[in-house]
C-alpha cells in the first residue's frame, strides 16, 4: 500500500498531462535526440571538410555494423523500458529496478561479444559491404576503432531510454547534449588539429560514447528514486520478452542496415564514389530532421506504458490525441524546412559546384516529400512497443524502413536511374501510413486509445 502511494507521489509518470506538460515532459528527450542528430552531423561534416569525400563515402559503408551495434541496444533498452515502465505503473517498483539492472547486464555481455567478433571479423565485413580498393583503408581504421566502444555504445543507448523511464529527462537531455558536445570537441581535435584522419573521427565518437555510459553507471548506483540498481533476478523471461517486445526496433536499424547497403551499391553503380558521398549526405540530413519525430515518440513511450499499465484509459486516449497533432503540425513544418533548405544543407557537406553537391542537391528536390508521412509511422511503432506489442511494431518498422525501400531500390533505378533512388523513400512512408493507420484503427478496443 505504502510502495503504490509513494509511486504515485515521486512518479512524474503518474500526473494527469496537458499538451503543455506532455511536451515539457518529452522535451528534453527530443532536445537529447536532436543534438545527437547535430554531433552526427558534425562528425560528417568533419570527415567531408577536413578529410575528404572519399572518407566520407567510407563512413556510409562502415554504417550498416554502426546499425546493428545501435539496433541491439535500442532493442533491450526500448523493450526493456516498456516492461520497467509497465510495472512501475503496476506499483511494482522492487521488481522493477532488478529487472532494469538484469536489461543492463545482458546489455554490456552483447557489448563485448559485439566488439570481440567484430574486430576478428573486420575485413570480410568491409568487403561483403561493398567497399572500393580506394573506400577499403578509411572503411577499416574507422571501423576497428568504434568496434572497441560497443560496449559504451550499447550503454548509451540503455541509459538514453531508462533515464527517462526513471522520471529524470531533463538529466538525459544534459547528458546526451554534453556527450555530442565532447565528441564534436575531441573530432576536430583529432581531425583537424592533429591530422589524424578518419581514425581521429572514430576515436572522437568512443570517447563521446564514454560519459553517458561512466555518468549513467553513477547515477543508478546512487539513485535514491523509484529506478535504482538493485540485485537482479535472473529471469531469462524478461530478457526474452525485453527482446521480443523491442524487436521492431532491432529490425528497423537491421533494415537501415541493408537499406544503406542498397543505397551505397546502388549510388556506387550510377556515379561512383561522388555517388556514395552524395547519399551519404542525404542520409545524416534525414536522421537530423527525423530526430523530432523520434525525440518525442521515446519521451512519450513511458508515459503511455504507465497509463496502459495502470489501467487509467481516459488519460491514455487524452494523451494519444495529443500525440496525433503534435506529429501532424511537426510533419507539415519539417517538410517546409528541408523543401526550404536543401541547398544550404547540402553545402555544409560539400561546396556549391563540386559533383557531390549536385547530386545530392537533386535528392532534395524529391527525397522530402517522405517527412509528411514518417512521423506518424516512427509514433505509430513507438506506441505499440509502449503497448508491449512488440509483433505489430515489428511489422510497421520493417515494411517502412525494410520492404518497401528495398523494393523500391531494386525496380525504379532501373526505369528512372539516379531518380529511382530519391523516390525510393518518399514511395515507402507512403504505403506504410497506410498500414500504421490500418494497426490504429484495429487495435483500438484493444488498447483503448481512441
Same mark, same amino acid.
Request: net charge positive.
Given at each position: 500500500?505504502?510502495?503504490?502511494f509513494?509511486e504515485?507521489?515521486?512518479?512524474?509518470?503518474?500526473?494527469?498531462?496537458?499538451?503543455?506538460s506532455?511536451?515539457?515532459?518529452? !522535451?528534453?528527450t @527530443?532536445?537529447?535526440?536532436?543534438?545527437?542528430?547535430l554531433?552526427?552531423i558534425g562528425?560528417?561534416i568533419i570527415i567531408s571538410?577536413?578529410v575528404?569525400?572519399d572518407a566520407?563515402s567510407?563512413?556510409n559503408?562502415?554504417?550498416p555494423?554502426?546499425?546493428?551495434?545501435v539496433?541491439?541496444?535500442?532493442?533491450l533498452?526500448?523493450?526493456?523500458?516498456?516492461i520497467?515502465?509497465r510495472?512501475m505503473?503496476?506499483?511494482?517498483?522492487?521488481?522493477?529496478?532488478?529487472?532494469?539492472?538484469?536489461?543492463v547486464?545482458?546489455g554490456m555481455i552483447l557489448?563485448v561479444a559485439?566488439a @570481440?567478433?567484430g574486430?576478428?571479423?573486420i575485413?570480410k565485413?568491409?568487403w561483403?559491404l561493398g /567497399?572500393s580498393?580506394?573506400?577499403?583503408?578509411?572503411?577499416?581504421?574507422?571501423?576497428?576503432i568504434?568496434?572497441l566502444?560497443t560496449?559504451?555504445?550499447?550503454m548509451q543507448?540503455?541509459?538514453?531510454?531508462l533515464i527517462?523511464t526513471?522520471?529524470k529527462?531533463?538529466?538525459?537531455m544534459?547528458?546526451?547534449?554534453s556527450a555530442?558536445?565532447i565528441?564534436?570537441l575531441?573530432?576536430?581535435?583529432?581531425?583537424v #588539429?592533429?591530422d589524424?584522419?578518419?581514425?581521429g573521427?572514430?576515436?572522437?565518437?568512443?570517447?563521446?560514447y564514454m560519459?553517458?555510459?561512466?555518468?549513467?553507471?553513477?547515477?543508478?548506483?546512487?539513485s535514491?528514486?523509484?529506478?535504482?540498481f538493485?540485485?537482479? @533476478?535472473?529471469?531469462?523471461?524478461?530478457?526474452?520478452?525485453?527482446?521480443?517486445n523491442? !524487436?521492431s526496433?532491432?529490425v528497423?536499424?537491421?533494415a537501415t542496415?541493408?537499406?544503406?547497403?542498397l543505397f551505397?551499391?546502388?549510388?556506387?553503380k550510377?556515379?561512383?564514389?561522388?555517388g556514395?558521398a552524395a547519399?551519404?549526405i542525404?542520409?545524416?540530413?534525414?536522421?537530423l530532421l527525423?530526430? #523530432?519525430?523520434?525525440?518525442f515518440s521515446?519521451g512519450?513511450a513511458?508515459? @503511455?506504458?504507465?497509463?496502459f499499465?495502470?489501467?487509467d484509459?481516459?488519460?491514455l486516449?487524452?494523451?494519444f490525441?495529443?500525440?496525433? !497533432?503534435?506529429?501532424?503540425?511537426v510533419?507539415?513544418?519539417?517538410?517546409a524546412?528541408?523543401?526550404l533548405l536543401?541547398?544550404?544543407?547540402?553545402?555544409v557537406?560539400s /561546396?556549391?559546384g563540386?559533383?557531390?553537391f549536385q547530386?545530392a542537391?537533386q535528392?532534395?528536390?524529391?527525397?522530402p516529400?517522405?517527412?509528411?508521412?514518417?512521423?506518424?509511422?516512427?509514433?505509430?511503432?513507438?506506441?505499440?512497443?509502449?503497448?508491449?506489442?512488440?509483433k505489430?511494431?515489428?511489422?510497421i518498422?520493417?515494411l517502412r524502413?525494410?520492404?518497401?525501400i528495398?523494393?523500391a531500390?531494386l525496380?525504379?533505378p532501373?526505369?528512372?536511374?539516379?531518380?529511382?533512388?530519391?523516390?525510393?523513400v518518399?514511395l515507402?512512408?507512403?504505403?506504410?501510413i497506410?498500414i500504421?493507420? !490500418?494497426?490504429?484503427?484495429?487495435?483500438?478496443?484493444?488498447y483503448?486509445?481512441?
Amino acid at each position: 500500500m505504502s510502495d503504490t502511494f509513494s509511486e504515485s507521489v515521486e512518479n512524474p509518470l503518474s500526473q494527469n498531462f496537458t499538451m503543455g506538460s506532455l511536451l515539457r515532459f518529452a !522535451f528534453p528527450t @527530443i532536445v537529447m535526440m536532436i543534438f545527437m542528430g547535430l554531433y552526427t552531423i558534425g562528425d560528417t561534416i568533419i570527415i567531408s571538410r577536413f578529410v575528404n569525400t572519399d572518407a566520407l563515402s567510407a563512413l556510409n559503408i562502415v554504417t550498416p555494423v554502426i546499425n546493428v551495434i545501435v539496433g541491439l541496444g535500442a532493442m533491450l533498452a526500448t523493450g526493456g523500458s516498456a516492461i520497467v515502465a509497465r510495472k512501475m505503473g503496476e506499483g511494482k517498483a522492487k521488481r522493477a529496478s532488478q529487472d532494469f539492472t538484469l536489461i543492463v547486464m545482458a546489455g554490456m555481455i552483447l557489448g563485448v561479444a559485439v566488439a @570481440i567478433f567484430g574486430s576478428l571479423l573486420i575485413d570480410k565485413i568491409i568487403w561483403g559491404l561493398g /567497399a572500393s580498393d580506394l573506400l577499403f583503408p578509411y572503411c577499416r581504421k574507422y571501423l576497428f576503432i568504434l568496434l572497441l566502444f560497443t560496449p559504451a555504445s550499447m550503454m548509451q543507448v540503455l541509459f538514453q531510454n531508462l533515464i527517462v523511464t526513471a522520471g529524470k529527462p531533463n538529466f538525459g537531455m544534459i547528458l546526451s547534449i554534453s556527450a555530442g558536445a565532447i565528441n564534436v570537441l575531441f573530432d576536430y581535435t583529432f581531425v583537424v #588539429l592533429m591530422d589524424m584522419g578518419i581514425a581521429g573521427s572514430a576515436l572522437g565518437t568512443g570517447i563521446g560514447y564514454m560519459l553517458p555510459t561512466v555518468i549513467g553507471l553513477l547515477f543508478f548506483v546512487r539513485s535514491k528514486g523509484t529506478l535504482r540498481f538493485q540485485k537482479p @533476478i535472473m529471469d531469462f523471461k524478461v530478457l526474452w520478452e525485453s527482446g521480443s517486445n523491442g !524487436f521492431s526496433e532491432m529490425v528497423s536499424q537491421i533494415a537501415t542496415a541493408v537499406t544503406t547497403f542498397l543505397f551505397n551499391i546502388m549510388m556506387m553503380k550510377l556515379l561512383g564514389e561522388d555517388g556514395v558521398a552524395a547519399i551519404t549526405i542525404i542520409i545524416y540530413t534525414q536522421f537530423l530532421l527525423t530526430t #523530432l519525430y523520434i525525440g518525442f515518440s521515446m519521451g512519450v513511450a513511458p508515459i @503511455i506504458s504507465y497509463n496502459f499499465g495502470s489501467k487509467d484509459y481516459d488519460r491514455l486516449k487524452k494523451i494519444f490525441r495529443m500525440c496525433l !497533432f503534435f506529429i501532424c503540425a511537426v510533419s507539415i513544418l519539417v517538410f517546409a524546412i528541408a523543401m526550404l533548405l536543401g541547398s544550404p544543407l547540402v553545402s555544409v557537406f560539400s /561546396a556549391k559546384g563540386t559533383p557531390v553537391f549536385q547530386i545530392a542537391r537533386q535528392g532534395f528536390l524529391i527525397f522530402p516529400i517522405s517527412f509528411l508521412f514518417c512521423g506518424f509511422n516512427i509514433f505509430a511503432s513507438a506506441t505499440f512497443t509502449a503497448l508491449s506489442n512488440g509483433k505489430v511494431s515489428a511489422i510497421i518498422s520493417t515494411l517502412r524502413t525494410f520492404v518497401f525501400i528495398s523494393a523500391a531500390l531494386l525496380i525504379f533505378p532501373q526505369i528512372f536511374g539516379v531518380v529511382g533512388v530519391w523516390i525510393a523513400v518518399p514511395l515507402a512512408e507512403l504505403l506504410t501510413i497506410l498500414i500504421s493507420l !490500418f494497426f490504429i484503427l484495429k487495435n483500438k478496443r484493444v488498447y483503448h486509445y481512441l
